[in-house]
């Protein structure tokens, strides 16, 4: 082949990955815009002003160095469980149980810290959050085998373990009788960690912790491993098509319970990280819902672990901004959950239509090139890469 004509395949094959690519991220970018568009007609018919409100949204979010830090806080449980439900969407495996693990990992990251105070300060916190990795991977265990060895949905496995996760960290810090429970508090809480197993602070000044950057590292890891490793590819497979990955010698039940495993275990990160970072005990009911969100923030990445920063950090600038949104300007703080449900409704819409139009991308294609017809319809819902 001539040098032109080399020059000529790398051209063509670096403006089709370009195009690949534009969809990936155009499509998440251009579903917040016409979010935060058909939010905005909705304000002026309740009388409010779209631009005072996104205003003060703004303001309490990005606007100021105390919002930045708030949003910043927001994001690290959200980027943190939002990474572990984005790798088991990739895998086909709908864990949907972040919330649960989420408070498993909280309960095991506190009581490390309390049964094991002696350990040197450098240590102590590295072991509370493998702690927080381990409880948040034990808790999604069962789920785990039971979808794999005994064909049990996952959804409905891991949904009821958030429950069971929440009343289980309230019986523990029950003043009364519970085991962390701190006698005399007026609300449940167990006791304070010792200092020595906080997450160092990264801005001074604020509460914006290690987890952050704990979060952005293990994305990046995600993406390389998810991209480039042998498992990452066994991952893909099975997410795309588990019957025609079994067909290929992949080993399917063991590649959907370790990403579970992983899953659940980052979950547990996120729990780990609130205690360590910033609520520094462990209370009752202290996630608003972050495990619950994170399946926002993964849809809305697209299940990438690249763009799961960029979906958490839009995530946690709704959280911080709705309350100045609310003082300022009068509109509800829960406004934000409309314009988070619109972004994934008219991300869900525009890749619906992407696929009538093309069908999957070249990726799953030849990741599952020999499958059938009949097999295509179960494959995952995602196979989008970062």
Not at 212 to 230: H, K, M, N, Q, S
Request: hydrophobic share 55%.
């Amino acid at each position: 082949m001539s040098v032109g004509a080399s020059a000529s395949v790398r051209t063509r094959d670096a403006l089709s990955r370009g195009r690949d690519l534009a969809p990936r991220w155009g499509y998440p970018l251009f579903a917040v815009a016409l979010a935060l568009l058909v939010s905005a007609g909705l304000l002026a018919l309740t009388g409010k002003n779209p631009v005072d409100a996104y205003r003060a949204l703004y303001d309490g979010s990005l606007g100021s160095t105390f919002g930045l830090s708030v949003t910043l806080v927001r994001m690290t449980p959200l980027l943190l469980a939002g990474l572990g439900v984005a790798i088991s969407f990739r895998a086909g495996v709908f864990n949907i149980g972040a919330e649960g693990q989420l408070y498993a990992g909280a309960i095991a990251a506190t009581a490390t810290a309390l049964y094991l105070p002696g350990l040197p300060s450098v240590v102590l916190p590295i072991v509370c959050m493998l702690a927080g990795l381990g409880g948040g991977a034990v808790w999604v265990a069962i789920p785990a085998w039971l979808r794999a060895y005994r064909g049990v949905s996952e959804v409905v496995v891991t949904l009821m373990f958030n429950f069971i996760g929440i009343y289980f960290a309230s019986y523990l810090v029950n003043l009364d009788y519970g085991p962390l429970g701190l006698a005399g508090s007026a609300y449940p809480q167990s006791n304070v960690i010792p200092s020595r197993a906080e997450l160092p602070i990264i801005w001074p000044t604020t509460s914006v912790h290690a987890g952050l950057l704990i979060g952005v590292f293990l994305a990046l890891v995600l993406f390389v491993v998810i991209r480039y490793t042998p498992f990452g590819f066994r991952l893909r497979a099975v997410g795309s098509n588990p019957e025609a990955a079994q067909y290929a010698g992949i080993p399917v039940k063991r590649v959907m319970v370790a990403v579970m495993l992983i899953s659940g275990g980052l979950a547990g990160l996120a729990g780990a990280s609130e205690i360590l970072g910033l609520k520094y005990a462990l209370y009752a009911n202290f996630s608003p819902g972050y495990g619950y969100d994170a399946i926002a923030v993964a849809l809305l990445a697209r299940n990438s672990p690249i763009a799961a920063i960029v979906s958490a950090a839009f995530f946690g600038a709704m959280r911080a901004g709705a309350v100045q949104m609310e003082q300022t300007v009068g509109v509800e703080s829960s406004f934000v959950l409309i314009i988070e449900a619109l972004a994934i409704l008219f991300l869900a819409i525009g890749v619906f239509v992407q696929r009538r139009r093309t069908g999957p991308d070249d990726a799953v294609k030849g990741t599952v090139a020999a499958k059938t017809p009949a097999e295509t319809s179960s494959a995952a819902p995602d196979m989008e890469t970062a």
